[in-house]
Each structure stands twice: as C-alpha cells, then as structure tokens.
C-alpha cells in the first residue's frame, strides 16, 4: 500500500564558478516532513533567512559602520532582484496558501529567482512513502541454556612467569 503523505523541500543555488563561465549547483538545504504547512512555512522562512543574507539591512547590528553600500537600481532592474522576490514570497500569506493547495492536490512547488550572481529555486514536492500493512513477525528467539552450548567452557588462564 503506497500513500502520499511525505513532502521534500530543496532550496539549490546556481551560478558562475569564481566568474567563469562555468556553473555549478550547490544544494543549500533539505527537508523533509510528512505534515505540508510546517514543511511550507520551513520554505518561507529559509527565503527570509537568504534574502537577508544577500542583502542585509545597511544598519544590523552586526555590521561595522558605512560597511555595505546599496547597489544602483540599474543593476537590480537589469538582472532582477533576488532578496526583494524572495521577501515579497515569503511575506504574502496568500502565496503561502497557495503553496499548500498545490502539494494538498499532489502538485510540485517551484519559486526561482534570478539576478547577477545566479538563480535560486526554493522547491517542495510530494513524495511517495511505502506503509507495511501488517509489520513482519519478529525474528524466533532461542534461548539457550548454558549446558545446552556446543562449544566448552572456557578454562581459568593462569599466568605463565617469563625466562629472565
């Protein structure tokens, strides 16, 4: 008997390899829960973690004075805005509903964003799990007694003094 009652998060980053023309796709994390809003709510909070990560607040606590810079609007226009789609996905609850109508009917999620440094794809899917109707009986458990053993006892060492 085969349900679908598992659901597998993969947020994945693509982009150039020290600005070669070379991409690599590094998986940033998995999931992996039987129960869909905590495993879409999971998703959006690691979109907000990212996105604040990529583009954090000039004033964080963390950061030394005059430290980040904002980056023109020209860039953001021309190649996309990755942390500002992110937010803008994680923060609508109306998105967010409609993530868990989607993998309630069976249906895959994917968001990918884009911009100058790469692309990022935030997926969830449903995933078959294999449920035993019955479990298998255990294993026959024999218990032998010691005399019944076939092989001896073991014998007392003595310890056998060393030539000088």
């Known amino acids: 008997m085969t349900r679908t009652s598992n659901y597998l998060a993969e947020i994945a980053a693509?982009?150039?390899v020290?600005?070669?023309e070379e991409w690599v796709r590094v998986v940033l994390a998995t999931r992996e829960s039987p129960?869909?809003?905590p495993i879409a709510r999971?998703?959006?909070?690691q979109a907000l973690r990212i996105a604040t990560r990529l583009d954090p607040q000039p004033r964080m606590h963390?950061?030394?004075?005059n430290a980040l810079r904002p980056v023109p609007d020209v860039v953001s226009d021309r190649t996309g805005d990755v942390p500002a789609r992110l937010r803008e996905w994680a923060e609508s609850r109306s998105e967010q509903r409609a993530v868990v109508e989607l993998l309630k009917r069976g249906d895959p999620f994917?968001?990918?964003?884009s911009d100058h440094t790469g692309v990022y794809t935030f997926a969830l899917?449903?995933?078959p799990v294999t449920v035993a109707a019955t479990p298998p009986p255990p294993p026959p458990v024999h218990v032998l007694?010691?005399?019944?053993r076939s092989d001896p006892p073991l014998k007392r060492q003595v310890p056998v003094p060393l030539p000088h």
């Open 145 to 148: 007694d010691r005399w019944q």
């Open 35 to 37: 129960y869909v809003r």
């Open 62 to 65: 963390w950061c030394p004075l």
């Open 14 to 16: 693509e982009g150039a």
């Open 110 to 113: 994917a968001l990918t964003a």
């Open 125 to 127: 899917r449903p995933a």
């Open 18 to 20: 020290y600005g070669r």
């Open 42 to 45: 999971w998703l959006s909070d």
